[in-house]
Antibody, heavy 123, light 107 residues
Framework: EVKLVESGGGLVQPGGSLTLSCVAS????????MDWVRQAPGKGLEWVGR??????????DYAASVKDRFTVSRDDSKNSLYLQMNSLKTEDTAVYYC??????????????WGQGTLVTVSS | DIQMTQSPSSLSASVGDRVTITCRAS??????LNWYQQSPGKAPKNLIY???NLQSGVPSRFSASGSGTDFTLTISSLQPEDLATYYC?????????FGPGTKVDIK
């Protein structure tokens, strides 16, 4: 079974830091772009960031709302994806999902998705 | 960034009804448009990729069409398990953006 499992969420104060992890099973992340998508309580889906595969030099992209504060990384040997979040703001409160990009360039979609991990930023 | 809109924002229909959801992009996304279903308390799940291709394991009552800026998702005969929020998403250009969602309730 192809599966993603996130961990590391919790309560953090504004200005604090947190690192999320995502472990893949049933497939190797080696060849895939891997992304983080978040969902604020009662709201829609927002793309957060991505890491490309080794063939594309593990380059990363970020949403403007998190650029320079969040860092996406991966360890292919551990089949794992990470999201380092610094300088957290109350508006970063959300369920964070890791997901795999599937398909050819331009025609990509996300599947599967992890179950999500809740990050709450509050004093 | 490409802006995605959906209509309606919510709907209520009876079991067996035909349901149609519309998604519009602020500029052409070719056919690089995907649909996701998010059941209450669950993670999203891909239903349709590249505008009209049914994801493996998805019931055939789901179908989708469109290209350019206008797309539709149709449920031919609504079932109780279709209670969910449906999102469209473009993968034509970065950042990939999602529509605001359409919540489908069962009468």
């Amino acid at each position: 079974e192809v599966k993603l499992v996130e961990s590391g969420g919790g309560l953090v104060q504004p200005g604090g830091s947190l690192t999320l992890s995502c472990v893949a099973s049933g497939f190797s992340i080696n060849d895939h772009y891997m992304d983080w998508v978040r969902q604020a309580p009662g709201k829609g889906l927002e793309w957060v960031g991505r890491t490309r595969n080794k063939a594309n030099r593990y380059t990363t992209d970020y949403a403007a709302s998190v650029k320079d504060r969040f860092t996406v990384s991966r360890d292919d040997s551990k089949n794992s994806l990470y999201l380092q979040m610094n300088s957290l703001k109350t508006e970063d409160t959300a369920v964070y999902y890791c997901t795999r990009e599937v398909g050819a360039t331009g025609s990509n979609w996300y599947e599967p998705w992890g179950q999500g991990t809740l990050v709450t930023v509050s004093s | 960034d490409i802006q995605m809109t959906q209509s309606p924002s919510s709907l209520s229909a009876s079991v067996g009804d035909r349901v149609t959801i519309t998604c519009r992009a602020s500029q052409s996304v070719n056919n690089y448009l995907n649909w996701y279903q998010q059941s209450p308390g669950k993670a999203p799940k891909n239903l349709i990729y590249a505008a009209s291709n049914l994801q493996s394991g998805v019931p055939s009552r789901f179908s989708a069409s469109g290209s350019g800026t206008d797309f539709t998702l149709t449920i031919s005969s609504l079932q109780p398990e279709d209670l969910a929020t449906y999102y469209c998403q473009q993968s034509y250009s970065d950042p990939f953006t999602f529509g605001p969602g359409t919540k489908v309730d069962i009468k």
